[in-house]
């Protein structure tokens, strides 16, 4: 679920690259989870202009920050986006949880904490326009994003994410609550890790237990593509296949635009400006 490559050192290094290559508008921020145990790290990116523009929060996969996530908040930015790409594992002195299923597991619960966080630091900011902020993870990040839609703790919160996006989570077909929000899963059929038949399953059974609720859950499933085929450095990792596929990257990318556009209600920039 995005592994965790080389020395953290070379790891902080490419990342450190990624951010100054992409860093036209790139800040360091710092924010409090919503449970306010942590202090949570981030990197905004902000288009040019005054705004208000609407924001999507970025979680990243189990190896932590990476350039992919990098080079995925420059490319939500230049869509016309604030992106908030956030850092759950630094300040909590972790570098990878990829090799712990147990670990990945109760740190869904830490992370969708520090979702929410991520909202409200974008909703007090003069140039995010607070009713339209997205969310959207990649793997562990990914199965966060999901678990922060259905989770009991935030259903009363008057902070809510417009829309969510799930690049290949681990799915479950047995959900506390229905997803609050449209959400968009996008996962490879030949995904040995995070199998895209959970998500079918968790699809189906939302339509027999509410079908109302099922109608905003769209899952993508990229025949033939492995985890990570958004990566064009993937590896392999603790087991498991992964493998950039070009075509399912770039119908991914096109689909994240315009589902974006679809429920963001005009988010993207006008041609011109």
């Known amino acids: 679920m995005g592994p965790y490559r080389g020395s953290r050192l070379e790891s902080l ?3 450190m690259s990624a951010i100054i290559t992409l860093a036209g508008c790139a800040t360091s921020v710092s924010f409090q989870s919503a449970d306010r145990s942590t202090t949570v790290d981030g990197t905004l990116f902000k288009p040019d202009g005054a705004g208000p523009f609407p924001g999507v929060v970025l979680l990243h996969g189990c190896g932590g920050i990476r350039p992919h996530f990098v080079q995925w ?3 939500i930015r230049d869509m016309g986006y604030v ?4 850092d759950s594992f630094r ?3 972790i570098s990878g949880i990829c090799a712990s299923s147990p670990t990945m597991a109760s ?3 830490d992370r969708a904490a520090d979702a929410y966080g991520a909202l409200r630091h974008l909703k007090a900011l003069p140039f995010v326009d607070g009713d339209r902020v997205a969310l959207m993870g990649w793997s562990h990040g990914g ?3 999901l678990e922060a839609m259905a989770s009991w703790r935030y259903r009363n919160s008057p902070d809510q994410f417009r829309a969510a996006i799930a690049f290949y989570p681990y799915c479950r077909d047995a959900l506390n609550e229905p997803f609050r929000a449209p959400l968009l899963v996008l996962i490879g059929g030949s ?5 895209a038949k959970k998500c079918e399953d968790m699809q189906a059974r939302l339509r027999l237990v509410n079908p109302d609720a099922a109608q905003s859950l769209r899952v993508q499933v990229y025949q033939g593509a492995h985890h990570d085929f958004d990566d064009v450095a993937a590896k392999n990792c603790c087991g498991h296949t992964l493998r950039y596929n070009r075509d399912a990257a770039k119908d ?3 689909q994240v635009r315009r589902f974006l556009a679809e429920h963001m209600k005009g988010a993207q920039r006008e041609e011109g400006r």
Not at 83 to 86: H, T
Not at 191 to 195: I, Q, V
């Open 143 to 145: 199965w966060t994003t």
């Open 83 to 86: 992106a908030l790409l956030v």
């Open 191 to 195: 995904d040995d890790w995070t199998p």
């Open 13 to 15: 290094i490419l990342v």
């Open 73 to 75: 908040a420059g490319a």
């Open 91 to 93: 300040p909590r002195g």
């Open 252 to 254: 991914a990318e096109d």
């Open 107 to 109: 740190m869904t619960t």
